[in-house]
């Protein structure tokens, strides 16, 4: 296992999302001649605001916070203390469409006694979560994290919650819900099953919105 202190970069970052497909990380500087539309583009303006911050979701009445405090990866899941059930099926959308009809179920990442896939390492974020005055969309205190995206690699694939340390603590059938009251906190841990060759240029995101933190 490698643990790492996080350097988190808050940036303003434009990221322009179509369908999926083949990506690429600067179409700018594409001399192919030819330009697939269906990529995903990061667009990096190097404008750093500030370092380890609270950022908002901006998909929530009121204010709710996250604050990343570092993350670890993992070769294998008995290294994190978890096991297969433990995991989710990410839904994970890959650049390639050859790699994502390799992994659709969670036996295609992982072997029985824990070891992933040789492709694959798992990250788990440590977060703050903060409810200043959020209202959640169908119950007052309950909220998730299944748009809290990763997205990384030359050609840029997006990788989805596949652990959450609260799972299904309010509702069975939701197992990304969590309830935290109004001016409550609590520090969770959220996973992410990612390709080895997309750890190094790696951010996150919620759904659509501007990244918030960088992963280096």
Do not use: W
């Amino acid at each position: 296992m490698r643990r790492k202190k996080i350097y988190i970069t808050v940036m303003v970052l434009a990221i322009t999302l179509a369908a999926c497909g083949n990506t690429s990380k600067d179409l700018q500087n594409d001399t192919s001649g030819s330009v697939d539309e269906r990529k995903i583009v990061i667009n990096d303006t190097e404008k750093i605001i500030s370092k380890n911050i609270e950022f908002n979701d901006p998909f929530v009445n009121g204010t709710l916070t996250y604050k990343l405090n570092g993350y670890s990866i993992y070769d294998n899941l008995n290294e994190a203390g978890l096991t297969e059930g433990d995991i989710m099926e990410p839904h994970n959308t890959f650049y390639s469409q050859e790699i994502g009809e390799q992994f659709q179920k969670i036996d295609d990442y992982m072997k029985q006694d824990g070891t992933l896939n040789e492709k694959f390492k798992l990250i788990i974020l440590d977060m703050t979560i903060k409810n200043v005055n959020a209202v959640g969309m169908t119950k007052k205190n309950e909220f998730t994290v299944s748009n809290i995206a990763l997205r990384g690699g030359e050609n840029v694939s997006q990788y989805n919650v596949a652990y959450f340390s609260e799972r299904a603590s309010v509702n069975s059938e939701q197992p990304l819900h969590y309830s935290l009251e109004q001016g409550d906190s609590n520090d969770v841990k959220i996973g992410y099953l990612i390709l080895k060759d997309d750890m190094e240029n790696m951010v996150g995101v919620i759904s659509d919105s501007d990244i918030q933190f960088m992963i280096r």
